[in-house]
């Protein structure tokens, strides 16, 4: 097979790193300078970057170039002793997925053929041309649809987090992609930490993991480094999720400096980082993320379709080191087979046809707009928030002094309003001051207004 110039360059420069002549940290030559020193265009150096940078061999540097990475570390065993011991299993299901074999008297299906004239096949056919050929009536690769996977290496190395399609693996959601991370990393009794205020859904998973919660205060900063540095020597915990960005609930992001430090004491600290990451796709690129400073080597970074595009759209996907990715995908299959094919090409061609991109557009100047007002209506009503919006849907709202959340809360119910109390995103009361969260798509509600109006009255 014929390999393009830009390949052909990478592989040159590859070679150079691999025998010692650019050492971790040299900076190499600039675009136009390596344009000129091998005879081509300016875009095909800028490819071969592209390429170097996913593999992890090349580290961009805003507004300085491109740099030598440093080896990645790891800090994690790849799989535990309770997973290998579950995935030796797998041989044949594994089989069933990848298929390497052409006579397949053993599978565990009917072959696709037998699908092609049923009358499902209306229906559940893809619209031609952009999926990557015909969609088989199959169970699909275990990591996800190949294009797809593609298409969000793409986007993280757009947010300066070097990644392939290989270091992918797609997920029912976000939701499950923690789920997957529990059940690989952890076993009852590891010591866990969590934001608190946090994500309820992921410590009812760790609950039932039998893991132990350490709350770590989240702060209008991020999280409270110094009560993160003093626990971890306490509790020796293996994970730290967390969000940095747009926090669910609080709405607060974390600056760079806060996540240098976080790194670092992870580092010291001997943990991984998993780093929830739902809002990016309209957030800005290059804001910082954990992710992008690690390098996915302490960090797993995970996102999802399902904040931006559409709740029942169940797609997410894990970013990280593809040895942890190679065993969570047999995790995935141990657990639940794949993820949905169909699901997986709808978005890739969604992605493809520039309609997720403009959809993207608009849903970022609804969040603007309406997390200007709800900041306004709240400041009206005397509840200024905990931090100002910050590219979310969420505000993160203090109450008056003497307010109890869960029965402002029950109160709400009965006037037909639905609330979310801080007390169920709340670990411990260590700093604790009644709150609610509140989603600014619904903060002009003219009957939530009043109501809080006449709360705070009386």
């Known amino acids: 097979m014929r390999t393009s110039r830009s390949e052909q360059i990478a592989a040159i420069i590859l070679k150079l790193i691999e025998e010692g002549h650019l050492p971790p940290g040299r900076r190499i030559a600039s675009v136009r300078a390596a344009a000129q020193e091998y005879g ?16 992890g061999a090349l580290e961009p540097r805003a ?69 990557g050929g015909e969609m088989e009536h199959g169970y699909g690769a275990p990591q996800g649809f190949q294009p797809l996977r593609e298409r969000i290496a793409h986007q993280l190395i757009e947010r300066s987090i070097p990644a392939t399609s ?81 926090h669910n609930p609080t709405g607060t992001s974390m600056g760079l400096a806060s996540l240098h430090r976080l790194l670092q004491a992870a580092e010291r600290h001997d943990m991984m980082v998993v780093e929830d990451d739902p809002f990016a796709d309209i ?8 992710a992008a400073l690690d390098h996915l080597d302490r960090v797993l970074y995970v996102g999802t379709f399902s904040k931006t595009l559409s709740a029942s759209l169940r797609a997410g996907y894990i970013a990280g080191h593809r040895d942890v990715i190679r065993s969570l995908t047999d995790v995935k299959m141990l657990t639940v087979v794949n993820s949905s094919g169909y699901v997986e090409r709808l978005i890739h061609d969604l992605m493809a046809e520039g309609h997720y991109r403009h959809h993207l557009r608009r849903l970022r100047d609804r969040v603007a707009r309406a997390s200007e007002a709800a900041a306004d209506n709240l400041g009206r009503l005397g509840l200024p928030g905990f931090s100002p919006p910050s590219g979310g849907y969420y505000l993160w709202c203090p109450l008056p002094e ?57």
Not at 40 to 55: F, G, H
Not at 216 to 242: C, H, M, N, S, W
Not at 283 to 290: A, I, S, Y
Not at 431 to 448: M, T
């Open 40 to 55: 081509v265009a300016k875009n095909t150096v800028v490819e071969a970057y592209d390429r170097l940078v996913a593999s």
């Open 63 to 131: 507004g300085s170039g491109f740099y030598v990475a440093a080896p990645r570390r790891r800090g994690v065993e790849v799989r535990p002793a309770h997973v290998a011991a579950a995935i030796d299993h797998l041989s044949l299901l594994r089989e069933q997925l990848d298929q390497h074999h052409a006579v397949r008297v053993g599978d565990g299906r009917p072959p696709p053929s037998w699908m092609e004239g049923s009358e499902l096949r209306r229906f559940l056919r893809p619209r031609a041309g952009l999926g």
């Open 166 to 246: 290989a270091e992918v693996l797609m997920t029912f959601g976000a939701n499950h992609g923690l789920d997957l991370i529990v059940r690989h990393f952890l076993e009852p009794g590891d010591a866990v930490f969590v934001d608190s205020p946090g994500y309820y859904p992921l410590f009812g998973k760790l609950r039932l993991m039998g893991a132990t919660l350490v709350p770590i205060l989240r702060t209008a900063e991020g999280p409270d480094l110094d009560d993160f540095e003093a626990k971890a020597v306490q509790y020796r915990p293996k994970l730290f999720f967390t969000q940095a960005l747009a």
């Open 283 to 290: 957030l800005p690129p290059m804001t910082p993320r954990l």
């Open 402 to 458: 003497g307010f109890d959340d869960m029965a402002l809360t029950a109160r709400a119910a009965d006037a037909g309003i639905f609330m979310a109390p801080s007390s169920i995103f709340t670990l411990d009361r260590v700093g604790y001051r009644p709150a609610i969260r509140v989603n600014v798509a619904y903060a002009d509600d003219a009957r939530f207004l009043a109501f809080m109006r006449a709360e705070i009255d009386a």
